[in-house]
């Protein structure tokens, strides 16, 4: 190939780094900053060092918060991966008409602002009168459970909310991801065995594997950003007991409603290179695993 | 046995095991949904019945009363919720398609590392970085501005990853008959635009959904209530008091669906084909 005019080459990559620089890598280099000033509304406060950082190691509200978010995404990603591949198998036994039909009725709450998504929950799904204790929890023989104000559910709220959200999309990933995998590998394996579950277990999960992986990586990033469907729900705070306490509910109060903006900035910044680590981790075993099968395959 | 099928669907003898549990699912997904619609007409003593679906009447008051601006200026919150969703994602599309046509078919110096810098958006996103976010828009003096919500969003790390896919589809001999012909790299970008239709659509609509659906940025960049989003708008009139007519609530999240859904039904299809060609490669 001919050289490469730098003029174009900046034309084309300019504006979105410029955007990238102003509105993520500044902010960032800012938050680091911030950390390090005491907490003031207006103006310059004073230079504290690690202060801020030394405070959240013994502020419990922020481990809570982590732990919380933790959970949140853990048992999301638990549910929403297992049934995703269930229902994507489930899709494929359909008639294509109706596959789509259902497949847009299961995209829907994706579709919908989390906001709305949270009121509606709030209105249908908890409470005494709700669809989940009506329909599920009382014909199981369980007392109704007051999913909004007892702690110990809370965070099982949240994550019923978060696969609402999330099933019908992952489940369109996946199937997409189910269509894509050659037909020869399943005839390949006719051979070998007629097993159902041996054709899922080597054909299908591995050609699965980077949506998976996408999909994995989409869920925990958005559990660290979950605020909306927190926000409505427990009315900006962490409910009963902190027990939904989210990390960036927590960011928020404390920016906004107690004008702690150095701390604030802290808790980000602290947070930011544990979910780098693990989600980069996480990409590079993708990586290692794909080339192996890659490596194996050829 | 093929013409049957087309005329029938599966034949009767076959009932596809997968309905007996997307039936189910089914249901409880579309249900809350089908009930929202309904309620935009209950008066509220009914509406905290979630189980009785259809309401007594039809009464349309509480919907006019949203549309005429009784709690906050209706047509003018959805503008401006339209306006910044659009504007969003249609800079997202540009900013992001050319980035990932630089990526695909151009070799550099530092590609990997900004590629790298790309997907450390996509890990780290911005609602965690939202206090000094807030505080440089400030600085810039973008606050209380839309651009102070629609910039942020347009770096995103995301279309980068799903454009540079695209692009590899695209065989190299466009780009070299483009090159032998004297186009510039720029010139050959827009001539390879118009094969990523599909590509750019589904990017678009994506993003759409995600800047229509985003409540923290607007919430802080935003200056209150003289400025809101349709889903701040409802998420801050919930439990404001208990005389207020929910169904006025439900009709304005009914309308909050509107937009996404259309664009969703308009462009299924081609999202579809695309999704899947981007996971084949």
């Given at each position: 190939m001919k050289q490469l005019r730098y003029r174009s080459l900046i034309g084309l990559l300019g504006p979105f780094f410029l955007c990238f620089v102003l509105f993520w890598l500044v902010p960032l280099i800012g938050g680091v900053r911030l950390s390090f000033y005491a907490n003031t509304l207006v103006g310059e406060g004073s230079f504290v060092g690690f202060d801020h950082y030394r405070a959240l190691l013994d502020d419990a509200r922020y481990f809570k918060a982590i732990r919380n978010t933790s959970i949140y995404a853990l048992g999301s990603l638990l549910c929403i991966l297992p049934l995703s591949l269930v229902l994507a198998h489930a899709l494929q036994s359909l008639a294509s008409r109706w596959r789509s039909v259902i497949q847009f009725v299961l995209l829907v709450p994706g579709l919908t602002p989390p906001a709305v998504l949270a009121l509606l929950f709030l209105l249908v799904f908890h409470g005494r009168a709700g669809l989940l204790n009506q329909w599920f929890v009382m014909p199981l023989g369980g007392q109704p459970i007051n999913w909004l104000k007892d702690p110990d559910v809370i965070l099982a709220a949240l994550v019923l909310q978060c696969i609402w959200r999330w099933l019908g999309f992952i489940t369109f990933f996946v199937h997409s991801g189910m269509q894509a995998i050659p037909s020869m590998y399943y005839e390949a394996l006719q051979i070998e065995s007629r097993h159902a579950w041996h054709r899922f277990w080597w054909v299908t999960l591995p050609g699965l594997r980077h949506v998976l992986l996408f999909c994995l990586i989409y869920l925990i990033v958005d559990a660290f950003a979950l605020f909306s469907g927190a926000y409505v729900l427990l009315g900006g705070s962490g409910g009963t007991a902190d027990a939904g306490l989210m990390l960036v509910?927590?960011?928020?109060?404390?920016?906004?409603?107690?004008?702690?903006f150095g701390s604030a900035a802290a808790m980000g910044i602290a947070i930011a290179p544990c979910l780098l680590g693990i989600l980069g981790l996480m990409a590079w075993f993708g990586r290692k695993y794909s080339q192996q099968t890659g490596g194996s395959k050829a | 046995m093929r013409v049957e099928s087309r005329l029938s669907g599966p034949s009767p003898g076959a009932w596809p095991w997968g309905w007996w549990l997307l039936i189910p699912i089914g249901l409880v997904f579309a249900y809350p949904f089908l009930w929202m619609f309904l309620s935009i007409f209950k008066d509220n003593q009914e509406i905290f019945q979630p189980m009785s679906l259809m309401p007594t009447r039809w009464d349309l008051e509480p919907l006019r009363r949203l549309l005429a601006g009784e709690w906050f200026p209706f047509w003018r919150v959805l503008g401006l919720s339209l306006c910044m969703a659009l504007g969003q994602s249609l800079g997202a599309v540009m900013l992001t398609s050319m980035a990932g046509f630089a990526f695909a078919k151009l070799r550099f110096r530092a590609r990997a590392l900004?590629?790298?810098?790309?997907?450390?958006?996509?890990?780290?996103?911005?609602?965690?970085?939202?206090?000094?976010?807030?505080?440089?828009?400030?600085?810039?003096?973008?606050?209380?501005?839309?651009?102070?919500?629609?910039?942020?969003?347009?770096?995103?790390?995301?279309?980068?990853?799903?454009?540079?896919?695209?692009?590899?589809?695209?065989?190299?001999?466009?780009?070299?008959?483009?090159?032998?012909?004297?186009?510039?790299?720029?010139r050959a970008y827009w001539l390879l635009l118009p094969m990523l239709g599909s590509c750019l659509l589904s990017y678009g609509l994506i993003h759409f959904i995600l800047a229509w659906n985003e409540h923290l940025i607007p919430l802080v960049v935003l200056k209150g209530d003289a400025q809101q989003t349709l889903p701040l708008a409802l998420a801050s009139l919930y439990g404001s008091s208990l005389r207020f007519p929910y169904a006025a609530l439900m009709a304005g999240s009914f309308v909050a669906m509107i937009p996404p859904m259309c664009l969703f039904l308009l462009s299924y299809r081609r999202f579809r084909n695309a999704l899947s060609q981007i996971i084949l490669s």
């Open positions: 509910s927590y960011l928020y109060q404390s920016a906004l409603t107690f004008g702690r | 900004l590629m790298l810098a790309c997907l450390c958006t996509v890990v780290l996103p911005r609602q965690m970085l939202v206090v000094p976010l807030l505080d440089w828009v400030n600085f810039i003096g973008l606050h209380g501005s839309v651009w102070g919500v629609m910039f942020p969003g347009m770096a995103s790390g995301l279309g980068i990853l799903f454009f540079t896919q695209a692009f590899r589809q695209v065989p190299d001999a466009y780009l070299e008959v483009a090159c032998i012909e004297g186009a510039t790299e720029w």
